[in-house]
């Protein structure tokens, strides 16, 4: 099996900046896509950021130019650096990757249990 752990939430005010960090440990074999989502009060989750194995991203429109999504394969970590925070972007996020855990199966999609980010002044 695959875990994804979070960790880098907390409280900002307004204008501040955190990073996120997910770690994928267990059994891979491989990851392809890896990404962030968020999911606020009352509020479907949502897609934040993608990023393919190369390098290649996806942000949401709310998200661009504020923030970076980036990873480091060799340590199956993904990371979201959130810089100008609005209220807005207060939210759980989740880190999502797309694993294989060997050569013989499909890709699965893997989910972090979340991270709390609050921008309040």
């Known amino acids: 099996q695959v875990q994804l752990v979070e960790s880098g939430g907390g409280l900002v005010q307004p204008g501040g900046s955190l990073r996120l960090s997910c770690r994928a440990s267990?059994?891979?074999?491989?990851?392809?896509?890896m990404g962030w989502y968020r999911q606020a009060p009352g509020k479907q989750r949502e897609l934040v950021v993608t990023?393919?194995?190369?390098?290649?991203?996806n942000y949401a429109d709310s998200v661009k130019g504020r923030f970076t999504i980036s990873r480091d394969n060799t340590k199956n970590t993904v990371y979201l650096q959130l810089n100008n925070l609005k209220p807005e972007d207060t939210a759980v996020y989740y880190c999502?990757?797309?694993?294989?855990?060997?050569?013989?199966?499909?890709?699965?999609?893997?989910w972090g249990q979340g991270t709390q980010v609050t921008v309040s002044s």
């Open positions: 999502n990757a797309d694993v294989r855990t060997s050569v013989a199966v499909l890709r699965e999609d893997y």
């Open positions: 990023i393919t194995r190369s390098g290649r991203t």
């Open positions: 267990g059994s891979i074999f491989s990851i392809s896509a």
